[in-house]
């Protein structure tokens, strides 16, 4: 026969259990909204999450008391204002170097070459973040250097997420990436994608670039894959979706 202590014992651990699993679920519920999402029905939240209604009712009335969610005159569902509270928070948090700095070295790590972050200033880009490669030999550009906006990966992924019109334009926003060789110095070549924050605004350009002796355009085809996630990875820790930066990397898999 169980002791009282035992006994005591495993039912903290499966009240405990159970606790967890009611907030993985409500996580859940929330993470069903997307950035395209005014509102959503209880329908719609259960298709996503695979919930049933019931549940879906019954953590909804917490998450109404806490704010994070609203319920509209039709019934439908919205995010509530305590998340806007939360996200302010984060974002006050969030020193960019931080974030950007332990990706771009993995991302080098896993190349051996260079690794730059770009933000537009205008009609030029300031290169604001850099990681060196490993060679000897490699792609010279420092951290405040200034570079023209429509030449190189970099600056074209710049100008064609801050709306410039026509091709090569259209394609990298369709794919999230823009591969140059040659274009801005005929003797370095790169891959750049975009990275965003709150409210898909456009934060920089991810850049990995190098001596285009070494970095041929087949090189930078099997390094987009990465860089796409890198891009991911730090728009969804700058607190943005990051699904279409997700999808381009998948789609680069399927083509090979």
């Not at 409500?26 to 259960?46: N, P, V």
């Not at 490993?134 to 570079?147: M, N, W």
């Not at 099997?222 to 990051?242: I, N, Q, S, V, W």
């Amino acid at each position: 026969m169980d002791s009282p202590s035992r006994s005591t014992d495993a039912v903290s651990r499966h009240a405990s259990a159970e606790g967890v699993a009611a907030l993985d679920r409500a996580i859940a519920i929330l993470d069903a909204f997307t950035t395209a999402d005014r509102s959503l029905s209880l329908a719609e939240i259960a298709a996503r999450t695979g919930l049933y209604k019931s549940t879906i009712l019954r953590l909804a009335n917490s998450l109404l008391r806490g704010q994070l969610l609203e319920r509209l005159d039709d019934g439908r569902y919205r995010v509530g204002p305590a998340t806007f509270r939360l996200g302010t928070l984060y974002q006050r948090s969030v020193v960019a170097v931080d974030i950007l700095l332990p990706i771009m070295r993995d991302l080098s790590e896993r190349s051996w070459e260079s690794v730059a972050f770009y933000v537009r200033s205008g009609d030029v880009r300031t290169c604001l973040y850099r990681v060196e490669s490993k060679h000897p030999i490699r792609y010279t550009i420092r951290e405040g250097d200034v570079l023209p906006l429509l030449l190189g990966s970099g600056g074209r992924v710049l100008a064609a997420f801050s709306g410039q019109p026509g091709e090569p334009y259209e394609t990298i926003r369709r794919t999230c990436n823009c591969l140059a060789v040659g274009d801005r110095d005929p003797e370095t070549a790169g891959i750049s994608a975009p990275v965003f924050g709150p409210g898909r605004v456009l934060l920089g350009a991810l850049t990995l670039a190098g001596p285009s002796t070494r970095v041929d355009a087949a090189f930078l085809e099997r390094m987009k894959r990465p860089l796409l996630e890198a891009a991911a990875r730090a728009t969804r820790a700058f607190g943005e979706d990051a699904s279409m930066l997700e999808q381009a990397s998948l789609a680069t898999e399927i083509v090979r």
